[in-house]
T-cell receptor, first 114, second 111 residues
Framework: DAGVIQSPRHEVTEMGQEVTLRCKPI?????LFWYRQTMMRGLELLIY????????DSGMPEDRFSAKMPNASFSTLKIQPSEPRDSAVYFC????????????FGQGTRLTVV | SQQGEEDPQALSIQEGENATMNCSYK?????LQWYRQNSGRGLVHLIL?????REKHSGRLRVTLDTSKKSSSLLITASRAADTASYFC???????????FGRGTSLIVHP
């Protein structure tokens, strides 16, 4: 397996534009997580899916952020409209689920909003 | 919210020395994990210790867990320059099985 695949690796966009980040989890993993990493706030959990269902989205900053998981092999995180303070590295991670909570991370998407 | 907090924030040592990092957390947990992150890369899982375990080894890594003190330590023995990275602990708050990360310890190993 190629591991968790995220795209794009880098994204530079203008304030107000819509941004969509994509993630392909490891096949067979039941849990998927989106995290955001900044120097100021560290690594924050944004949303957690289990079997494609959003279980905990309490970390989503505001209504501008939305996440979907239409099937077991694909998830998106959308920001609309984007703001400069959204600039960060966004990570997707998947894990087998249940008692096995070892998370496998993608390489991340570095988002810059200017 | 950060559940685990690592200490120290930064650590600089010479190759061959041991490196010890600590993690403290606030609520009950099912397990505690340690991850490593090289600059510009994703996190890589190092080791998981369950709440009923006290110590675990993996190669040059030794992890301890003290649930009474809500703390864990990661020891890297005979460090190498290639160990230079940030190290994070992750706990599952309240036994949720959702990894919640601390801010990490930045380790620099000088050759």
């Amino acid at each position: 397996d190629a591991g968790v695949i995220q795209s794009p690796r880098h994204e530079v966009t203008e304030m107000g534009q819509e941004v969509t980040l994509r993630c392909k989890p490891i096949s067979g993993h039941n849990s998927l997580f989106w995290y955001r990493q900044t120097m100021m706030r560290g690594l924050e959990l944004l949303i957690y899916f289990n079997n494609n269902v959003p279980i905990d989205d309490s970390g989503m900053p505001e209504d501008r952020f939305s996440a979907k998981m239409p099937n077991a092999s694909f998830s998106t995180l959308k920001i609309q409209p984007s703001e400069p303070r959204d600039s960060a590295v966004y990570f997707c991670a998947s894990s087998p689920g249940g008692l096995n909570t070892e998370a496998f991370f993608g390489q991340g998407t570095r988002l810059t909003v200017v | 919210s950060q559940q685990g907090e690592e200490d120290p924030q930064a650590l600089s040592i010479q190759e061959g020395e041991n490196a010890t990092m600590n993690c403290s957390y606030k609520t009950s947990i099912n397990n505690l994990q340690w991850y490593r992150q090289n600059s510009g890369r994703g996190l890589v899982h190092l080791i998981l210790i369950r709440s009923n375990e006290r110590e675990k080894h993996s190669g040059r890594l030794r992890v301890t867990l003290d649930t009474s003190k809500k703390s864990s330590s990661l020891l890297i023995t005979a460090s190498r320059a290639a160990d230079t990275a940030s190290y994070f602990c992750a706990t599952d708050e309240g036994g949720s099985y959702i990894p919640t990360f601390g801010r990490g310890t930045s380790l620099i190993v000088h050759p």
